[in-house]
């Protein structure tokens, strides 16, 4: 009982760091936006208004939208974007077209990831720096040049893993928590009247009286929620029940009683509008406050970086992206992981961002629509896990799912107004990213249309050349081929330039499923083909580690025994030819052909000892 006591807590205090930190950093930014905007008129009932408003958007959006629903949507346990789109597509497996266009809005969602991605960080950590001009106007030309320094600092230690430093992310984030918190109530006891703001009449009495006007700042207002979808990407890393523990009992007050105190700082010095959360401040605890605010940005941005590493690399395992150059960071926990392209790609276009638009009100422009569209995204893949995987009625489900559509909806509706402010930024580089995974997976598709029209079948193939066998060797060859039942190049290339074939032949296809983990039980597919040769499927869920020596250790005892001195493995490394009419635009030929060039060996992805590699080469027209 007591180790179960320590473990939540652990897991708790963990998931306010991880989970929380992206939002916990909006009381930066978001109350200054929507009043700094010139659109609300500044007036006791306003405040009041736009205080009830951005609790009633956490309440709507986090606490009943992913906290009570979507946090209910586990796949085996594992949540985000992916987990949810596979869930989807599962539970309209029947209907494929549905299907197709599911994973297609799904794949397009993700794509978002990106964009967001790269507005969240530049916007977190400009606006904690943007805290030096409180102290001193002096300090102004000093907020990008910091701010790119921070940036640069946190993406150049990722090769270094963050499991040293990962567990001071809790604990930091909690008495950032804390003094936000604390910050609130000193301006609170004041005005104790302002917590009346807490009533939903307010937020209604605001929409009523000024509805052109609560559309506009919805843009702004949904900064609040900055971070929201973390809730259900880190699920698998730390459970529902301490994600939900630490927004109900830290994260949701502190930040309410944040807001209400900027709130009470507005009524009683409404000057202080230019940046009411630095204002609350003293002045001799600007400066601390300016540290411990870039601290908690760096950790919410780490956050996303992991998660940017963690989707990608699921992406790459469902097959819309080419294979990455992935190191592992952490001996002991194989999620921890760094890629290079990845990381020094968000990097460049973070600071692209930074420079382009060069404040963080700038940037609140540009946030908020590829957000809001993922949010609504992943309103409507819950739809159909409720409605078709749990086989609840259809009212039920269009009453759970409704009402949230309706809310993103108005927000989305709202940020399409920043379009030409800033919002197309995101928008494109999602739109990029987006074109490059259904590239990738349409190629793929050609490619292997290809290559099982020219192919010869394994079995039939073999039974010729046992009727004149070549020279066996000692050891054991691994045959990596595309699809099972057919004869790789490799071979083809071996038996012609070595005229030889290993003592055990293993011809082995790796198969990604739509579901987070397979485990070691359904890991091996194994059919004997007679002769010491034997056909394997081997099978990855998308959240599992591609270890290919590890997995084919489960031979033994099945006829086949390896040993890793004289194993080796044989790669195909085609050399794609675009060819005019093969079903994709020329661009998109061209950009596959090239990504294929540029892929990442399958030797890195699946783990495989490089001094036991042996690749060999064709070309190929598609």
């Not at 192919?455 to 020279?471: M, R």
């Amino acid at each position: 009982m007591q180790s179960s006591r320590s473990s939540l807590a652990a897991l708790t205090l963990g998931a306010i760091g991880v989970v929380y930190g992206d939002i916990g950093t909006s009381v930066l930014y978001a109350v200054k936006e929507v009043f700094g905007a010139g659109h609300v008129p500044f007036t006791q009932g306003n405040v009041y208004g736009v205080l009830s408003i951005l609790f009633w958007t956490l309440t709507v959006i986090v606490s009943l939208k992913y906290v009570v629903l979507v946090l209910r949507a586990d796949n085996k346990g594992e949540g985000g974007l992916v987990a949810m789109l596979a869930l989807a597509s599962q539970a309209v497996k029947d209907k494929p077209r549905l299907r197709s266009a599911l994973l297609a809005v799904g794949i397009f969602g993700t794509s978002l990831f990106y964009g967001d991605g790269v507005i969240t960080p530049a916007i977190s950590v400009l606006s904690a720096v943007e805290g030096l001009e409180v102290v001193s106007p002096h300090f102004r030309r000093y907020v990008i040049p910091i701010t790119l320094v921070v940036l640069f600092a946190l993406f150049a230690v990722q090769k270094r893993g963050t499991g040293g430093i990962g567990k001071f992310f809790g604990p930091i984030t909690l008495v950032w928590f804390i003094s936000i918190a604390l910050l609130g109530v000193s301006h609170i006891v004041g005005h104790p009247e302002i917590l009346w703001a807490l009533s939903p009449h307010h937020a209604l009495g605001f929409i009523v009286a000024m509805p052109g006007t609560s559309f506009i700042i919805l843009g702004a207002v949904v900064l609040c929620v900055t971070g929201a979808e973390a809730l259900y990407a880190d699920l698998g890393h730390f459970g529902k029940r301490p994600i939900r523990l630490a927004w109900f009992g830290v994260a949701m007050p502190a930040l309410t009683l944040n807001y209400f105190g900027q709130g009470a700082l507005l009524l009683a010095e409404p000057e202080a509008v230019q940046n009411p959360f630095y204002r609350m401040a003293p002045d001799w605890a600007l400066i601390p406050l300016v540290a411990m605010a870039t601290m908690a940005t760096v950790i919410a941005s780490q956050a996303l970086i992991t998660g940017a590493f963690s989707v990608t690399r699921q992406v790459i395992q469902l097959g819309y992206l080419p294979r990455l150059n992935i190191q592992h960071t952490s001996v002991r926990d194989t999620g921890q992981i760094y890629m290079p392209m990845v990381n020094w790609g968000l990097f460049t276009a973070i600071v692209l961002a930074v420079v382009m638009f060069r404040s963080s009100s700038n940037l609140a422009a540009a946030y908020g629509i590829a957000v809001t569209l993922d949010m609504l995204i992943t309103t409507v893949l819950t739809f159909f896990v409720i409605r078709y995987g749990w086989g609840y009625p259809l009212a039920l489900c269009v009453a759970a799912t409704g009402c949230f559509f309706v809310v993103d909806l108005a927000f989305f509706a709202s940020n399409l107004l920043k379009l030409f402010q800033g919002g197309w930024f995101p928008l494109m580089i999602g739109g990029a990213v987006f074109a490059l995974m259904m590239t990738w997976k349409e190629g793929r598709r050609l490619l292997g249309d290809k290559l099982r029209a020219d192919a010869i079948g394994l079995q039939d193939f073999l039974a010729a050349v046992f009727v004149s066998p070549p020279t066996r060797v000692e050891g054991t060859a691994v045959f990596l081929t595309a699809e099972p039942g057919l004869v790789p190049n490799a071979l083809l290339h071996n038996l012609k330039h070595n005229k030889v074939l290993h003592a055990q032949n293993l011809f082995v296809t790796v198969r990604n499923h739509e579901t987070p983990w397979i485990g070691l039980d359904r890991r091996l597919q194994v059919e004997p083909l007679g002769r010491d040769c034997w056909q394997v499927v081997v099978h990855y869920g998308f959240k599992n580690d591609p270890d290919l020596p590890r997995a084919l250790e489960l031979m033994r005892g099945r006829g086949c025994e390896l040993e890793p001195m004289t194993t080796s493995y044989f790669l195909s490394r085609d050399t794609v030819i675009p060819r005019i009419g093969s079903g994709m635009a020329p661009w998109r030929e061209k950009l596959f052909a090239q990504m294929h060039h540029n892929a990442s060996g399958a030797a890195d992805f699946l783990h495989l000892p490089s001094n036991a590699v042996v690749e060999l080469g064709s070309k190929i027209e598609i």
